[in-house]
């Protein structure tokens, strides 16, 4: 199979949107991931996947830290700013959690050391313990076939 069946295929997974955020000698950085995931509940730990040309793996192997804010489906413009998707210069406005950036308003910021890390392939699949979270109520942002999306109602089971 080739790379583009492949993305296709991927792409049949819709996914929550996140922006990955650390800090470098008191400067915040972020980029827009959707591969995110939960991994365990003792520990809390949670999972996420950085390319190996992401300029973001650099800044998480040096900080040993990062929070994954999960977006609101009013967040599109983050999302697209830090995917770089928007090519002006934009001032984003942070919050700081445990001396980490965070993105105000997001569904949940949930702040971690890196536990452990794992090369696969051409990613780097960081596991961190979770060490502070913060909430906020309101509809996730969604990613579907590459492209945005909204979340309709949720069925009850």
Known sequence: MDDRTFRNAMGKFATGV???TTVIEGEAHGMTANAFMSVSLDPKLVLISIGEKARMLDKINTSGKFAVNILSEEQ????MHFAG???EEREVDFE????????????????????????????????????????????PLAFFEGK??????????
């Open 18 to 20: 996140t922006v990955i």
């Open 148 to 157: 945005y999306s909204k979340v309709s109602q949720p069925i009850s089971l």
């Open 96 to 139: 700081w959690v445990n001396g980490l950036p965070v993105l105000k308003n997001a569904l949940a910021n949930i702040v971690c050391n890196v536990h452990s890390k794992q090369i696969a392939g051409d990613h780097t699949l960081f596991i961190g313990e979770v060490t502070d979270i913060e909430m906020s109520d309101g509809s």
């Open 76 to 79: 599109k413009e983050l999302s």
């Open 85 to 87: 998707q928007i090519k």
